[in-house]
């Protein structure tokens, strides 16, 4: 009995796996097609306040969707604008930055070698490529810029999505045997993602723009260009803001000094700090819901299959994971072992409460 129940646990361990695997190879085979229309599924919840706002202010749907779309074109106008400049200028002067920290790097090897540490060039070099990170940078504004270069399909998808928004639970009602419990879940579901996106938007904003305006004080070059890197690669959970300093270091480094690459160095840490360690999480509240562990292995696993993208929504995406798993009572466990231990200890606190007493 206990074997064919073992083999039983076992195939549909196998059995999910398998289909997990097959879902995720076939995200990354249609990352194309997919990405788009997950930047216009995150853009269509930050708006969706904004438009629902306005609809609670008297006006008709058609006119909170005009103002709406005009927002968002603005918006991405000016980001198309501030991207192409700054990016057509950091990309031209992209090989005489690589240029002097090379040769800042065969100083450093040469530094060492003269006061009795045998270092290879060579072999350092195959470890630590000093034109990398900055031609990561160069990538991930390639690629974030490409994405806003389908803009219009992309504003066209999450127009649709905002409009389908204002009926969807209408239409769940009509179509479902048990609307209003699956219409909690859901909207559980849509608060915890809204909430966390419309947050990390505007503190990453914030970010990016005290980057910004900091740099530019220092006397950095492109300090938009570092601003919007801060605001992009602020989403990336954990080391966004950390990769985002890192070109800005190296650049201060050989075009100002190490001093001034210092101070650009603690700019980042104070913004950070101040933003993403005491400010976000007093706004976040309880958080996302999510271990550490599984933030980074989320982080890791979305940025493969869909890219930049992917690292940028990798939270989210995890949340709507954990979400859908915690809606069945055969893969609630998946969730538990995905959330927090205060998480875990909450949701086992609840389950033991709506166990009937024995009087």
Do not use: C
């Not at 609670?56 to 103002?67: C, F, K, N, Q, V």
């Not at 980001?79 to 992209?94: E, K, N, P």
């Amino acid at each position: 009995m206990h074997d064919s129940t073992d083999r039983g646990i076992l195939s549909n361990g196998l059995v999910t796996a398998a289909a997990f695997i097959i879902v995720v190879a076939g995200l990354r085979a249609a990352t194309p097609v997919v990405v788009p229309f997950l930047f216009a599924l995150f853009i269509a919840i930050i708006a969706a306040p904004s438009l629902f706002w306005l609809r609670g202010r008297g006006l008709p749907e058609w006119l909170a969707l005009i103002i709406v779309i005009i927002g968002l074109g603005s918006l991405g106008l000016l980001l198309m604008v501030m991207i192409g400049t700054s990016f057509s200028d950091f990309t031209r002067a992209l090989p005489q930055y690589q240029e002097q920290l090379q040769v800042l790097f065969d100083r450093v090897v040469a530094s060492l070698a003269r006061i009795g540490v045998d270092v290879s060039a060579s072999q350092v070099a195959d470890m630590f490529d000093p034109g990398a990170v900055m031609r990561f940078a160069n990538s991930m504004l390639s690629g974030f810029g490409g994405l806003l270069s389908n803009m219009v399909l992309i504003g066209i998808a999450a127009i649709l999505m905002l409009l389908e928004a204002s009926g969807m639970a209408a239409k769940m009602r009509a179509a479902l045997d048990d609307p209003e419990h699956t219409l909690a879940g859901v909207n559980e579901f849509v608060a915890s993602v809204k909430s966390y996106i419309v947050i990390k938007t505007v503190i990453s904003f914030v970010t990016g723009l005290a980057v910004a305006v900091y740099l530019l004080i220092v006397g950095l070059e492109f300090p938009v260009l570092w601003g919007l890197l801060a605001f992009i690669l602020n989403y990336v959970p954990n080391i966004g803001w950390i990769i985002a300093a890192v070109p800005a270091i190296l650049l201060a480094l050989v075009a100002l000094g190490p001093v001034q690459a210092v101070i650009v160095f603690a700019g980042y840490l104070v913004i950070n700090f101040i933003l993403g360690n005491v400010v976000e999480p007093r706004v976040m509240g309880r958080g996302v819901g999510l271990s550490t562990l599984v933030v980074f292995a989320s982080l890791v696993l979305w940025g493969w299959v869909l890219g930049p993208v992917g690292m940028i929504l990798s939270v989210p995406l995890t949340m709507m994971v954990k979400i859908a798993l915690q809606s069945s009572e055969e893969t609630r466990w998946i969730a538990l072992l995905l959330g927090t231990g205060a998480g875990v200890v909450s949701q086992v606190d609840e389950a033991d409460d709506q166990q009937p007493t024995n009087t």
